[in-house]
T-cell receptor
Framework: AQKITQTQPGMFVQEKEAVTLDCTYDTSDQSYGLFWYKQPSSGEMIFLIYQGSYDEQNATEGRYSLNFQKARKSANLVISASQLGDSAMYFCAMREFNAGNNRKLIWGLGTSLAVNP | NAGVTQTPKFQVLKTGQSMTLQCAQDMNHNSMYWYRQDPGMGLRLIYYSASEGTTDKGEVPNGYNVSRLNKREFSLRLESAAPSQTSVYFC???????????FGSGTQLSVL
């Protein structure tokens, strides 16, 4: 079963608008972390934001925020005031801290975001 | 700071050839990783090294070997390349007190 699900293969947003990229996860661990990475067309993977399962506040990093809804097992990325440079693939990932799997990251398949001028 | 440096950026091999992908980080990180990225498959862990002198298999280790030469360097070797190993390979590292992964710029490998 897929542990990280990103249901939106592609998304479009107008420049300066906000956009939400969906991510749902599946784990029986109580202790885990959720990540979002950005991959522009140049190919590098860029860390955006991290949320621990015990963090009470939603994580924020500049224009990025993580809408963490633990009961629904969702960790959506919100990008405010979209910029043309936000056009990229976005990956959601999870690390289970108690799974005995050496704490490897489990990745979603990504969402392609296009920002229109 | 250079961060995580991978070489080469591009490589074309013939089936059966061998090669080593090099990775070095200058952030004094303990943990280092090798991933491959394929369309529709996401990123998959090949091998990782929790510290100098230790390596462990990830999800897709078959056909690969690794060496953690020292704290800085973690190389990935394809002994006999196969077309199924055509992929983009990423090296990454992580500090022990931080969950953030730092990635190299990737190696695009084609096996003909």
């Amino acid at each position: 079963a897929q542990k990280i699900t990103q249901t939106q293969p592609g998304m479009f947003v107008q420049e300066k608008e906000a956009v939400t990229l969906d991510c749902t996860y599946d784990t029986s661990d109580q202790s885990y972390g959720l990540f979002w990475y950005k991959q522009p067309s140049s190919g590098e993977m860029i860390f955006l934001i991290y949320q621990g399962s015990y963090d009470e506040q939603n994580a924020t990093e500049g224009r990025y925020s993580l809408n963490f809804q633990k009961a629904r097992k969702s960790a959506n990325l919100v990008i405010s005031a979209s910029q043309l440079g936000d056009s990229a693939m976005y990956f959601c990932a999870m690390r289970e801290f108690n799974a005995g799997n050496n704490r490897k990251l489990i990745w979603g398949l990504g969402t392609s975001l296009a920002v229109n001028p | 700071n250079a961060g995580v440096t991978q070489t080469p950026k591009f490589q074309v091999l013939k089936t059966g050839q061998s090669m080593t992908l090099q990775c070095a980080q200058d952030m004094n990180h303990n943990s280092m990783y090798w991933y491959r990225q394929d369309p529709g498959m996401g990123l998959r862990l090949i091998y990782y090294s929790a510290s100098e002198g230790t390596t462990d298999k990830g999800e897709v280790p078959n056909g690969y070997n690794v060496s953690r030469l020292n704290k800085r360097e973690f190389s990935l070797r394809l002994e006999s390349a196969a077309p199924s190993q055509t992929s983009v390979y990423f090296c990454a590292s992580r500090a022990p007190t931080n969950e953030k992964l730092f990635f190299g710029s990737g190696t695009q490998l084609s096996v003909l």
